[in-house]
């Protein structure tokens, strides 16, 4: 996912701005890309004042940078990559608390390899604008409760749009870890939206 | 195949990573146990929505603090 400025700035004009130093350049850019950038830091610290710190840190980082930045990539893209190592590494100097262990949240199986629990379809169509906003505030707290290790892989994977390179190289981690990583995130993000969504099909 | 391992490999699967015999004895299991259809469908559909809540388009832009703009802008000249 990019960062699409609303309303977008001509990019280039503003670019050149900032190279050139102009003041006004500055609050331009902080006042136009803060906002998604902010939804960004949120995503993965949901501390209010954790997701600041890192959308500042990623701001004084870009502007320290500017003159380094490459044409050839998108502005919003170019400051999508910034805030969440921001993120990531506001993540690090942050004291870890107990969590779940990942394997709780997996599937369970039965000693001849079959479901403990078979899975059953459910609906998430069709819904009203209040059923909406719900299955969207139960998707982001069910991602939210994630173990941290398993939930940063899936936020930059599946909602960020990293690839598993990017993704491994941010994490200090391998491609094959974040892919471990990445599938066991999916298959306990489905069983914690399960018994929600299996209950709005049946009702 | 047993379902546990037709979970394994799913993503696997998903992301067209699996050899030519390795996937026919993956849709073979498909045909037989609908729990795996059923599984297969919603851990699509987790994806998806993952995906979809966090859209620009779902997402409405929040603005940004006025406090957390004046406060970058000033960090930009501690000296200040």
Same mark, same amino acid.
């Given at each position: 996912?990019?960062?699409?400025?609303?309303?977008?700035?001509?990019?280039?004009?503003?670019?050149?701005?900032?190279?050139?130093?102009?003041?006004?350049?500055?609050?331009?850019?902080?006042?136009?890309?803060?906002?998604?950038?902010?939804?960004?830091?949120? !995503?993965?610290?949901?501390?209010?004042?954790?997701?600041?710190?890192?959308?500042?840190?990623?701001?004084?980082?870009?502007?320290?940078?500017?003159?380094?930045?490459?044409?050839?990539?998108?502005?919003?893209?170019?400051?999508?990559?910034?805030?969440?190592?921001?993120?990531?590494?506001?993540?690090?100097?942050?004291? !870890?608390?107990?969590?779940?262990?990942?394997?709780?949240?997996?599937?369970?199986?039965?000693?001849?390899? %079959?479901?403990?629990?078979?899975?059953?379809?459910?609906?998430?169509?069709?819904?009203?604008?209040?059923?909406?906003?719900?299955?969207?505030?139960?998707?982001?707290?069910?991602? %939210?409760?994630?173990?941290?290790?398993?939930?940063?892989?899936?936020?930059? !994977?599946?909602?960020?749009?990293?690839?598993?390179?990017?993704?491994?190289?941010?994490?200090?981690?391998?491609?094959?870890?974040?892919?471990?990583?990445? %599938?066991?995130?999916?298959?306990?993000?489905?069983?914690?939206?399960?018994?929600?969504?299996?209950? !709005?099909?049946?009702? | 195949?047993? =379902?546990? *391992?037709? /979970? &394994?490999?799913?993503? +696997? $699967?998903?992301?067209?990573?699996?050899? &030519?015999? +390795?996937?026919? /004895?993956? *849709?073979?299991?498909? *045909?037989? =146990?609908?729990? =795996? /259809?059923? $599984?297969? *469908?919603?851990y699509r559909e987790t994806v998806r929505l993952g995906h979809s809540v966090c859209t620009p388009d779902a997402e409405v832009p929040p603005d940004v603090p006025e406090e957390l703009v004046q406060a970058i802008l000033s960090a930009r000249h501690p000296k200040r």
């Amino acid at each position: 996912m990019t960062l699409e400025a609303t309303p977008a700035p001509s990019e280039q004009k503003l670019l050149e701005r900032l190279l050139a130093g102009e003041e006004q350049a500055y609050e331009e850019l902080v006042r136009s890309y803060g906002g998604r950038m902010l939804a960004v830091a949120r !995503r993965f610290l949901p501390v209010e004042e954790d997701a600041r710190d890192a959308v500042q840190d990623a701001f004084l980082s870009a502007f320290r940078s500017i003159h380094r930045f490459e044409g050839n990539a998108r502005l919003s893209t170019w400051l999508h990559r910034i805030v969440v190592n921001a993120a990531l590494m506001k993540l690090r100097t942050r004291r !870890r608390h107990p969590e779940q262990s990942i394997d709780d949240l997996l599937p369970g199986y039965l000693e001849d390899g %079959h479901f403990e629990r078979p899975a059953s379809p459910w609906r998430t169509d069709g819904l009203d604008p209040a059923e909406e906003h719900e299955l969207r505030e139960l998707v982001l707290r069910s991602i %939210h409760s994630l173990p941290e290790g398993h939930r940063n892989v899936l936020l930059l !994977r599946d909602i960020e749009g990293l690839d598993t390179e990017e993704a491994a190289d941010l994490l200090q981690i391998s491609p094959g870890a974040v892919k471990t990583r990445l %599938h066991r995130a999916r298959q306990a993000l489905r069983e914690l939206l399960e018994p929600h969504l299996r209950e !709005r099909s049946a009702s | 195949m047993k =379902c546990r *391992e037709f /979970v &394994e490999f799913l993503m +696997e $699967y998903l992301d067209g990573a699996l050899g &030519e015999s +390795e996937r026919r /004895v993956f *849709e073979c299991h498909i *045909e037989d =146990c609908p729990a =795996c /259809v059923n $599984y297969l *469908e919603t851990y699509r559909e987790t994806v998806r929505l993952g995906h979809s809540v966090c859209t620009p388009d779902a997402e409405v832009p929040p603005d940004v603090p006025e406090e957390l703009v004046q406060a970058i802008l000033s960090a930009r000249h501690p000296k200040r």
